[in-house]
DNA sequence: TATGAATGAGCATTCATTCAT
DNA sequence: AATGAATGAATGCTCATTCAT
């Protein structure tokens, strides 16, 4: 029990950065649109972020928690690290259909960055990478591959992801998330 | 024979337009910039682009041409259809190498765009149309295919592609784009 | 005969800023006061100076010869250097009494200035500077001193000045003007 | 004996307000500074001091007695009166140069500030008045002056101080505290 | 055709101060 | 007495676009 009357500021914040961030873009959303959807003084947003570059790193990090838990999530019924991968691509047409092919968080925010904004791009390539020591672990799971093909293939299924995510983004239609997995298939036998 | 007495006020424009928003990005890049390297008034520049957003379209316009010319060119030397595409993998590799792996000028201007920005977009659909394009008649051209696995085939390339291109940008090395050729290999036999 | 109608926006910013600056004070006038007052749009401030900075120091630059003028104006009619010197303290005086004591532009805006803008106190050296050379010219045209004498005893008056200047503007009253004047005459026998 | 537990908060305070209002100037001292500087609460230090304005004036009087018993200090061996106020520019000199030519903390504060603030123009008012009335007791300790001429002579080198202090702090040197030196000389022969 | 001047709306950020606890 | 959280107003500056000539 909490004497709380407002439910977090903070989290005020980052809900509505998240939400302009990815579905209107970075560059697009403005500080004021942030706080007038929070409905926070912007001098209180200042105090718990130093800055617009700082808000979108905190958003990416919870994004990434989050999206890994609902990708986990939707394969948690899955027997086994091979099928979790294939399945993997059904998580994207799911998820990619519910935000209308609005595509990566990650990916649509380091094309169009000024070149001093450095920490954003590293949230990026942790989520990346954290991405495919998951593949690579689902891999090793499945007790057949060397370690240098895990490496491989792992690398391979992730490029796989990015492509499909993009392309389908762009043709704002799921035909490259089937191909993505159809490809899958045939790299896992 | 030509009247003009300064050579080409709009391919001025469109020449720093093209190597600002592709190096820096289409929001970092401001109407001031583009015509003090162009050294053209603004008004002038806005008697040969209504707007930004038509720079954008000329610019991507132009640098599909130049881009699809600058790989049928690296690869003509290969002596059919699947050798060029499975080469197409060491282009990409030699040109974002060049380009410090700044990535694909299509991908990266859609992602953190207005809304009602459409005919950008639209370029974006077109160039990758005809990408896909290519890979089809090249699959078509080998005589193994079938339609529907030509149109399979190509797709998934694509996916390939667009999945290397986007993962080197992020970690900025050529890990993807190797991965990308020897999953491409397994597809073509 | 000209055929401008609007008279220059510059010179309506230049106006504005001078006289906030001198009045209020340089780091308690706003660019938004000033544009208000001079009635052009921001972005046309922007247009005509980089920054506030540089309003001010071109405010400082017509400041120096203004206040140049009217003292050597104020003086026309004394005849020999010792004379002017010593009736410059009078200028002072009514000067002063006509700016309500707010004291020197140049010394008020060093005092309280960000530590990396240079600009403006260079200005303000040459300003000091180029009265001490007409102080010395004044003493050089007595044919009465050496070269170091006159030196010197530029030096010394414009301590006066400056000291007479300052404390004046403490104290709201001309107690300060009389007493440097009177020191003046013992220094020039 | 006192039951505090941390020394002194106020005192905290008033450290760092004097520090950075000396050293960076009032208007560039934000309140946010002081307090992380002094390692104290905002709302805290509002409890101590009502206004920025208040803490202004704190500092100035607290500087005034520092300032004073610093130059008592530094003339404490010099014998007579008339000694005493020519060495008190060797005291501006040792000062100056140990401040790196900062200028007089209350000459800095008065050029650049809101209209409305009349609580620390006061301060400065009695601190100029403090110092002229100790000139004025070194010249009557001297029993060579009449009371007219004791109150003319002391504006004139309190001229000559504020003067010196003031050019010192825009040439960034000491040139005018040793001319200001000698006039004072020849003033008092 | 070409241009320099001008604009309103918006940007991210910081200010001194007050409130609820 | 002490504090972390919150605020409205203002800061200096930049944006893509249009106008008058």
Known sequence: MTTKIKPGV???ILQSAADLFYFEGYNQTGINQIISEAKVAKASMYQ????KQDIAVAYLQERHEMWM??????L??????????????DFLDYWLNDVNFRGCGFQNIITDLPKDQVKIP???VYHKK??????ASMLDAANKYSDEEIEQL???IMVLIEGAIMLSQINK???ALLAAKRCCEKLLK
């Open 10 to 12: 903070k989290e005020r």
């Open 48 to 51: 718990h972020f130093r800055s």
């Open 69 to 74: 838990n609902m990708m986990l999530d939707f």
């Open 76 to 89: 948690a019924t899955k027997e086994n690290g091979i099928e979790k991968i294939i399945s993997s691509f």
């Open 122 to 124: 590293e949230v990026v």
């Open 130 to 135: 954290e991405l495919t020591n998951w593949i």
């Open 154 to 156: 792992s690398l391979e």
């Open 173 to 175: 239609d799921n035909a």
